[in-house]
């Protein structure tokens, strides 16, 4: 039997690489608008790279799992960065941040990559 993605799982996962990496690497040099966005919710300037470290390797580990027919990479990786988005949600919404931002769609996007893996 041989291991088949699907076009959908794919498409979702480069799309998620590109964007959560992009997101990454803004960490490790932050634009006044990333340090604004972290001090409202009371995020440490200090912890900026390991949160970038986090998504990055959210991020390699979707591209590992594309390119070496190990499922179970991408499928940790992608569980991995729905845990992150999600605690990144929680975050600003204890701080009374309630307003649609980032990292909603990047935690979209992770969900969407997780599912469509699930199912192909």
């Given at each position: 039997?041989?291991?088949?993605?699907?076009?959908?799982?794919?498409?979702?996962?480069?799309?998620?690489?590109?964007?959560?990496?992009?997101?990454?690497?803004?960490?490790?040099?932050?634009?006044?608008?990333?340090?604004?966005?972290?001090?409202?919710?009371?995020?440490?300037?200090?912890?900026?790279?390991?949160?970038?470290?986090?998504?990055?390797?959210?991020?390699?580990?979707?591209?590992?799992?594309?390119?070496?027919?190990?499922?179970?990479?991408?499928?940790?990786?992608?569980?991995?960065?729905?845990?992150?988005?999600?605690g990144a949600a929680i975050v600003?919404?204890?701080?009374?941040?309630?307003s649609v931002s980032g990292q909603?769609?990047?935690?979209?996007?992770?969900?969407?990559?997780?599912?469509?893996d699930v199912v192909s």
């Amino acid at each position: 039997m041989a291991l088949t993605m699907s076009s959908a799982y794919i498409g979702a996962s480069i799309l998620t690489i590109v964007a959560v990496g992009i997101s990454a690497a803004g960490f490790f040099r932050p634009p006044e608008a990333i340090l604004e966005s972290m001090a409202k919710v009371d995020v440490e300037e200090s912890w900026l790279p390991m949160l970038g470290i986090l998504k990055a390797t959210g991020a390699l580990g979707l591209l590992i799992g594309i390119g070496v027919p190990i499922p179970s990479v991408g499928t940790a990786a992608a569980v991995g960065l729905v845990v992150y988005f999600v605690g990144a949600a929680i975050v600003h919404l204890r701080a009374g941040d309630y307003s649609v931002s980032g990292q909603h769609v990047y935690l979209l996007l992770a969900v969407a990559t997780l599912i469509l893996d699930v199912v192909s």
